[in-house]
């Protein structure tokens, strides 16, 4: 097996599998009944399809592909390791990349990160991405504070499991930020990428480069409403005590179709946490 060679042949039939809509653990699977190395074949698919991605992106003037976080080998896995932890994939999509996952938060942690945001929440703020400062936003209607990284045993021992369950450094991940949604809060559809075409972004991506990824991670199950939306795809993911909703996006483009928002909570409030992660070590 280790003589097996990734040939200009073999890269140019992964190209014409992908072009014809073959998802890439479905092209996995045929090289390796042909009787290719799974880790050769993965090392050749992984290598041609971002080698292929970059040529696209040329040609139609779109900006170049990053390597993003990636959970999942796509071999049907429905468990995955975390380190301290078991976590269930309740859903996944390829394009746009999003997981569900199921239990990645005991109720306990849940509660105690709830009770140390409580008593530091002001009016959510977002980027301004003329300047990169923050400010208050009418399509923003939360309340919400930022903890810094290992601040605390519960944020550090969550943030270390989700480093191994993403398969991305822990020093690249942003500190988590806490969210309480009141009735009727909501959060409008946006990205969660720093547009390059703002004057402000430059400043923001001195600190670890661009987001390429988010973790949004609920800390309790509102009455009704609070649903993550992803409207290009016309998807909606419950807010269930514990559970957390985790997109990739690969370049700075609505072509990711990554646009998603928290829709209006009906009935009692909804709590989240979320973790963003950049390309490199966010100071």
Not at 257 to 277: C, F, I, M, N
Request: charged share 25%.
């Amino acid at each position: 097996m280790s003589a097996q060679q990734i040939t200009p042949e073999l890269r140019q039939w992964i190209v014409a599998q992908a072009a014809a809509g073959q998802p890439p653990d479905a092209v996995l699977k045929s090289m390796m009944s042909s009787g290719w190395d799974e880790d050769i074949a993965m090392a050749a698919l992984e290598d041609t399809l971002r080698g292929f991605l970059v040529d696209h992106a040329k040609a139609n003037d779109l900006p170049l592909p990053v390597v993003v976080p990636e959970p999942m080998a796509l071999m049907g896995e429905v468990v995955l390791h975390a380190g301290d932890r078991e976590v269930q994939v309740l859903t996944h999509m390829r394009s746009p990349r999003v997981i569900v996952f199921g239990g990645l938060l005991s109720d306990d942690e849940c509660d105690e990160i709830v009770d140390l945001a409580g008593r530091r929440l002001a009016r959510s703020e977002t980027v301004k991405l003329d300047t990169g400062a923050s400010e208050v936003n009418e399509a923003r209607t939360s309340e919400g504070m930022f903890f810094g990284r290992g601040e605390n045993p519960v944020c550090a021992r969550v943030e270390a499991r989700i480093a191994a369950l993403l398969n991305w450094p822990l020093e690249n991940g942003e500190g988590l930020q806490v969210l309480r949604y009141r009735p009727g809060a909501e959060y409008k559809p946006h990205y969660d990428y720093f547009d390059p075409s703002q004057p402000g972004t430059p400043s923001i991506l001195k600190r670890g480069g661009q987001r390429v990824a988010s973790l949004v991670m609920y800390l309790n199950t509102p009455a009704r409403g609070g649903a993550t939306t992803f409207p290009d795809v016309n998807l909606e993911v419950g807010p269930l005590k514990g559970n957390a909703v985790f997109f990739s996006y690969d370049r700075p483009h609505p072509m990711t179709r990554t646009l998603h928002g928290g829709a209006p909570v009906l009935e009692g409030e909804k709590w989240v946490a979320t973790k963003w992660l950049r390309e490199g070590r966010f100071e």
